[in-house]
T-cell receptor
Framework: QQPVQSPQAVILREGEDAVINCSSS?????VHWYRQKHGEAPVFLMI?????EQKGHEKISASFNEKKQQSSLYLTASQLSYSGTYFC??????????FGSGTQLTVLP | DAMVIQNPRYQVTQFGKPVTLSCSQT?????MYWYQQKSSQAPKLLFH???????NEADTPDNFQSRRPNTSFCFLDIRSPGLGDAAMYLC??????????????FGPGTRLTVL
């Protein structure tokens, strides 16, 4: 079952912050986050394994609440290069990911 | 550089004419995936291989087949493409235990057009 992402789209100015949410109705083993620019392949950002850990990658971080089966991606002081579509991918006990519907992020100068 | 390569990058075929897309990897990963991505949609998993173990998603049409002759190569065969099969096809790999615990490395994709 496809995880639900919110918001569907967000527009912000360079330097502003954004939060993208991902929730699943299934028990999760892990959550992945990817960014895809138009016409390109998805690029891995980070993976969170069950345990509620929070990870960071420069000014992008994420949290995973396994009890609520939710993850959030935090983008702080956004840069123009952050523009793209963000997908969360969730995995249960199986090896495969199911991707959410995506959040289109546009950063304006 | 270790990478995932897909050929061709663009493929045009006619309705009903079989087509084969290829994927190769230099990462020596044991898991390979094929995804279909339509415009403005999420990638949708078609099937994956864990080593030689083939796993088909329940809703993958029979029209789609796959081969993995060795660790490095994987092929997607579309036996009789329909207009609805026009999409970007993404190949991905992961090492270790697989997609749940390991990041996936995506190739650049093959954009398929069906006339």
């Amino acid at each position: 079952q496809q995880p639900v992402q919110s918001p569907q789209a967000v527009i912000l100015r360079e330097g502003e912050d954004a939060v993208i949410n991902c929730s699943s109705s299934k028990a999760l083993y892990s959550v992945h986050w990817y960014r895809q620019k138009h016409g390109e392949a998805p690029v891995f950002l980070m993976i969170l394994l069950k345990g509620g850990e929070q990870k960071g990658h420069e000014k992008i971080s994420a949290s995973f609440n396994e009890k609520k089966q939710q993850s959030s991606l935090y983008l702080t002081a956004s840069q123009l290069s952050y523009s793209g579509t963000y997908f969360c991918g969730t995995a249960g006990s199986a090896r495969q990911l199911t991707f959410g519907s995506g959040t289109q992020l546009t950063v304006l100068p | 550089d270790a990478m995932v390569i897909q050929n061709p990058r663009y493929q045009v075929t006619q309705f009903g004419k079989p087509v084969t897309l290829s994927c190769s990897q230099t990462l020596n990963h044991n898991v390979m995936y094929w995804y279909q991505q339509k415009s403005s949609q999420a990638p949708k998993l078609l099937f994956h291989y864990y080593d030689k173990d083939f796993n088909n998603e329940a809703d993958t049409p029979d029209n789609f087949q796959s081969r993995r002759p060795n660790t490095s190569f994987c092929f997607l065969d579309i036996r009789s493409p329909g207009l609805g099969d026009a999409a970007m096809y993404l190949c991905a790999t992961s090492g270790g235990p697989g997609g749940g615990a390991s990041e996936q490395f995506f190739g650049p994709g093959t954009r398929l057009t069906v006339l």
